[in-house]
Nanobody
Framework: VQLVESGGGLVQAGGSLTLSCAAS????????IGWFRQAPGKGREGVSC????????YYADSVKGRFTISRDNRKRTVYLQMNSLKAEDTAVYYC?????????WGQGTQVTVSS
């Protein structure tokens, strides 16, 4: 099982980035996938997730209206489109899923927003 994030980088406040999470080693279309983030000195927080079945989504209040999660089951990839980025969005972003009581995380991708 592997989750590999990409797409992070340095962007000015108000800018946009799209993160990708490429999955392998499991039946991708059967699982909800989530994005979490961890800012320096803070705990890991949930950002967004997308279901396996009907594509329903969840967003943390802090990103609602600015971030959009989507998935492409053929490419086994989940995306996080991030618009109107703020300095407080600076963090390492991780994708995540849970299978049979076991948690799987990617290695993370750094997003830095300069103000």
């Amino acid at each position: 099982v592997q989750l590999v994030e990409s797409g992070g980088g340095l962007v000015q406040a108000g800018g946009s980035l799209t993160l990708s999470c490429a999955a392998s080693g499991f039946t991708f279309e059967d699982y909800a996938i989530g994005w979490f983030r961890q800012a320096p000195g803070k705990g890991r927080e949930g950002v967004s997730c997308i279901s396996s079945s009907d594509g329903s989504t969840y967003y943390a209040d802090s990103v609602k209206g600015r971030f959009t999660i989507s998935r492409d089951n053929r490419k086994r990839t989940v995306y996080l489109q991030m618009n109107s980025l703020k300095a407080e969005d600076t963090a390492v972003y991780y994708c995540y899923f849970r299978q049979r009581q076991e948690d799987y995380w990617g290695q993370g991708t750094q997003v830095t927003v300069s103000s």
